[in-house]
């Protein structure tokens, strides 16, 4: 397990103090531990970092102005957008300043001609979302924890959703932004033109960094029509396998769900229990959440009865379709609800896994098999048409004293998914939880390249310290 508190926490002298409440006002620099206390967690269990300051920026200007300072003092700057992070990637541990993007929550526009959304860092995603859906667009990545985090924050993580099926992750849908380099220089790195190949892709380059290489302050997004209809079904399982089997077999058939969800029979139970909704076929091991979008509802009806059909094909108990909108809701409320439900059930260690579809069934298979043989508790869902699982390692048996046992079921995990030739992270970013797997993943040649560039953008490793890399 990392120790957040590792690295020598920056505090502040009165006149660096004072120097930040010259930059972005006395209202919007906290001090008080108080006050600081949110800004001191992401949405990582069990872990957290005391800022010395937190500074809201209000402009563009500001966060330049912060940084050109905090570069100069090298002070540690942590970007935050809203705070929802399991990776522990918004976490303070180095101290400084959290620098907090919520300030910056406009949607400048929306242009219907080009298809375009052009925002704020600090605006909250489904906030944009609704927006855009009023004008019969659709900006599609939708991470479960859409009501609270910000487009900054999935831009600096790539963040994907249960939509990224169909839709693939946030790096789909950034044309350009503008973001601020860790000396106050402002970059702008793209615009409206939905193809722009002029020089390297520093879209490409910054989204996914972490807020280690730059903050982002604005973004040009990519728009679609919003889908007219939708055609969604769940299938319970009886076995983990013949569900696996399914995922593989509606993308064979050259089906493409808009979203394709992986439920094991643990994470149904907290989250319909949380809803307080009872569980059909609780002798289900797993079941799968189908959606199908599209522009009309023969095609989408076309596609449900086709993906059901193969479901009972592979051994699926019944196939159950949600005949309105409430009940469609309804089903979406329950997966939505499976992080915060698993949370409630007591301390654990998310791992964000993925592997190539048809190494699904392994997967799961192997994480339990690791997990029960360390008598631990595990928990599997996640976004099965991406071959991506959350699997949660629960940690009670910790207090007595087994911590190293505990991290080395955690590295088994990890290498499991590592030898079916998946990764350590898919959609959550390394930050803290992954950092030390990265290398187990990456050669050295790889880890060589991200120091040469991290080191270019960032000589004095203000930028997020301690985070993807080891410092
Ligand atoms: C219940 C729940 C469900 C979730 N479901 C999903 C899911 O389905 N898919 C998924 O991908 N993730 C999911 N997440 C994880 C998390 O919501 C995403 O990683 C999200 O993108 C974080 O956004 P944020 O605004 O909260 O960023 P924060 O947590 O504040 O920050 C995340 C990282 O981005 C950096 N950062 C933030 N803003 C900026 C900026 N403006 N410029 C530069 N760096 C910045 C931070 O330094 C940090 O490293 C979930 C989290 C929760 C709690």
């Known amino acids: ?231 969604t079904l769940v299938a319970p399982f009886p076995t983990l396998h013949a569900a696996a089997r399914a995922v593989v077999e509606i993308t064979r058939r050259r089906l493409v769900p808009a979203a394709l969800e992986f439920i094991d029979r643990p994470a149904m ?16 091991e797993a079941r799968l959440l189908v959606e199908f979008d599209g522009g009309g509802e023969a095609e989408v009806e076309r596609d449900v009865e086709a993906a059901g059909g193969i479901a009972l094909d592979c051994g699926a108990i019944d196939v159950v379709l949600a005949t309105d909108e409430a009940k469609r809701r309804l089903l979406w409320e329950v997966r939505r609800g499976i992080g915060d439900a698993v949370r409630d059930l007591g301390p ?31 928990v599997v869902f996640g976004h099965a048409a991406d071959g991506n699982l959350h699997v949660h390692l629960f940690h009670e048996r910790e207090s007595k004293g087994d911590r190293a046992r505990f991290q080395a079921t955690v590295g088994a995990v990890y290498a499991e998914a590592i030898r079916l030739g998946g990764t350590v992270t898919a959609e959550h970013g390394v930050g803290l939880t992954s950092r030390d797997y990265l290398p187990v993943l990456r050669s050295p040649a790889y880890l060589e390249v991200l120091r040469a560039i991290k080191s270019a953008l960032d000589p004095n490793g203000i930028l997020n310290p301690g985070k993807l890399l080891r410092p």
């Open 1 to 231: 397990m990392i120790d957040p508190q590792e690295g020598n926490r920056r505090h502040l002298t009165g006149d660096e103090i004072a120097s930040l409440i010259a930059i972005v006002g006395e209202r919007n620099l906290a001090l008080e531990r108080e006050d600081l206390e949110a800004y001191s967690r992401d949405g990582t269990q069990g872990l957290s970092g005391w800022p010395a300051a937190l500074a809201r920026a209000g402009s563009t200007a500001e966060v330049a102005s912060l940084l050109a300072f905090c570069n100069g003092r090298r002070i540690p700057v942590t970007p935050q957008g809203g705070r929802t992070s399991l990776s522990g990637g918004a976490i303070p541990v180095m101290g400084g300043v959290a620098l907090s993007l919520e300030r910056l929550n406009r949607i400048l526009e929306i242009d219907e001609e080009n298809g375009v959304a052009v925002v704020e860092a600090g605006v909250i995603t489904q906030t944009l979302q609704e927006a855009v859906e009023a004008r019969g667009l659709y900006y599609p990545p939708d991470p479960g924890s859409r009501g609270s985090c910000t487009i900054g924050g999935n831009v600096a993580e790539n963040a994907g959703g249960p939509h990224s099926a169909k839709y693939g992750v946030t790096s789909h849908w950034v044309l350009g932004m503008e973001a601020v380099f860790a000396g106050g220089d402002v970059v702008v790195t793209g615009g409206k033109t939905r193809k722009d190949v002029a020089g390297y892709d520093l879209t490409g380059l910054l989204v996914g960094s972490e807020g280690t290489l730059a903050v982002v302050t604005k973004a040009w997004l990519r728009l679609v029509p919003k889908p007219v209809s939708y055609g």
């Open 348 to 378: 654990s260690v998310e791992l964000d896994l993925a592997v190539p579809r048809t190494e699904l069934a392994a997967l799961v298979e192997g994480v339990r098999r690791i997990g029960y043989a360390a008598e631990l508790r595990v």
């Open 269 to 284: 139970e907290v989250s319909s229990a949380r809803k307080g909704v009872g569980v059909p076929f609780p002798e289900a």
